[in-house]
């Protein structure tokens, strides 16, 4: 846990596309050695199948170091005409450092200037006619904004406003949700919940079940579900919050077609071509 609580505490007290209206509420749509993630890691196809080829591309939404409209053409075996490999190994790298050791590590390479790159911050794998996101633990982390109703899993970061909450699930005759807030104004703070008491309602309003004084968050913020299973969205079900809920992609994320995720202070928005 205190590692995890260092790691945020280099986030400083707003997260990146905060914006200072609190009033929109509806907005349309350390240091770790050598990094050597690779595809080994990720259990690789069965072969003697066809795959049908399934392409990505990777836009520059916000950004203050990169050209917003900027387009990055993905192909199954990594990004076309990288540098860093010709032949292709399946994955790509992300990073504000081009070489190492005298080799080129990273397929894009983002900008130092901007605050919270780290040096090879994030990859993007395919396996399976399927493209995931994953952080590498260098810089300020990856995050997945919520478009889409998340199944909360154990261990799962969630950040919103200037808050961060590990999320914990405990089995039980039933599952009991914990959520543990690691950063921010309710930092070690704990709310547990039975699936009983579900709906979950997180911002502004003073009827939410848990209640903030923060202007970077919405009336009704995020809103936690129990029907089966514990489910976490963006806003209050019928609209999206005007920041957004972010998934801290420390494991690999399935990517889906329009899902928006930022490193530093880049905003990214995947298309997905079949």
Known sequence: ME????FFSHLGRRCCFASDIANNDSLELEDKNKL???????P????????????LNLVIVESKGMQPGK?????????INSDRTKSGDGCLYAGSLYYEDGKIINDILLPQSEKGIGKRHFMIHYKDESYFLKDLGDGM?????LSRP???QNNYIISFGDSHMIIVIEHNTS??????FIDGPKVDQKFKFMPNESPITIGRMSDCTIRFDDSSLSRYHCLITFNGWWYMQDGDGKKISTNGTWLFAEDFYEVYNGMLFKVGETLMRTDIKK
């Open 175 to 180: 599952p009991k949700l914990i959520l543990k």
């Open 150 to 152: 998340l199944a909360l």
């Open 71 to 79: 387009i990055y053409n993905i192909c199954p075996i990594g990004l």
């Open 141 to 145: 982390g990856t995050f997945i904004r």
């Open 44 to 55: 690789k196809p069965q072969l003697g199948q066809e795959k049908k080829e399934v392409l």
């Open 36 to 42: 050597d993630i690779t595809s080994s890691q990720v």
């Open 3 to 6: 590692t995890v609580r260092k």
